[in-house]
């Protein structure tokens, strides 16, 4: 069994991480040595769900925070072991996000007293299908073990605050006609004709910028695809327009839904799937005193990430962590030493007061 030393420095802690490979569904021995790390810490109470990780102080401060890292990678891609050069850790995971982790670790080895009560998770199969997710899992099951008053994921942000994310949507607009023969066109009526009317109704349509706790989230509303017709000797008699929705952390699937709706009016609208938003939360005391103690201009975030499963638990949640985000899943993914330690030092300050 790997075996981790969770006190070394974080720099020989990420290449020790990549070095323990743990691509999605595969990740029992690094559970197992994150485990048994973290069983060795006596001002910890450590549980294991599955491949899942989840250690916490129990000091009854006032404030309860989150620590989040998944601990799976993509496959690899001829980057394994792991290679120092010169300030920069190559490897598997090493900025997604297995610098993170280290970072986490170190700071659940260290951080004995903090002064608001944080608890660790690292989890499995966050880079595949999202019903295998670990924190999902968590978050139907163990809910109240991820009960806190902020959260921060350490995905990588280049170690700048990437707060909350957008809600996703998508939904098919219903067009309906008249079916009839080609050769008799005005017997029918072209559903695929009238679908202009919807398409306009979306080239036209200004996208909302929202500013949610100080951050301004740019919404979008688009055509991703359309289908429609019978034959082709026949008008059509319905065509179906498939509409995302990228929305602002300031309404609810079911508003967003609601907007789409009222948006298409006079057509039936049909919800696929969607995703809730996440908001920043950066009014919480447990957040401004995150921003202030890991500085820079928090940034909003346009894609969904798991941060937005905190959101569903009432939790809000940002993304910061060491790495440049666009070197994730690329053979080439590294980390810098210097954002690990920036990364380390800056959430000291925060949980150590
Ligand atoms: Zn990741």
Known sequence: MASLDIHADVATLTAALIDVESVSGNEAELADAVEAALRTLPHLTTWRFGNTVVARTELARSERVVLAGHLDTV?????LPSRRVGDRVYGLGACDMKGG?????????????PVRDVTYVFYDCEEIEAERNGLGRLSREHPDLLAADFAVLMEPSAAHVEGGCQGTL???VIVRGKRAHSARAWMGENAVHKAADVLNRLTSYEPRQVPVDGLVYREGLNAVGISGGVAGNVIPDECRVTINYRFAPDRS????????RSLMHGYEVELRDSAPAAAPGLHRPAAAAFVAAVG????PKFGWTDVARFAELGVPAVNYGPGEPQLAHTPDEYVDVDELYQCEERLRGWLAG
């Open 75 to 79: 496959p690899p891609a001829g980057n």
């Open 101 to 113: 982790v280290a970072v986490a670790l170190r700071l659940a080895a260290t951080v004995t007293e």
């Open 170 to 172: 998508r939904a098919d």
């Open 253 to 260: 699937p079911d508003e967003a839904f609601e907007h789409v």
């Open 296 to 299: 820079g201009e928090p940034r």
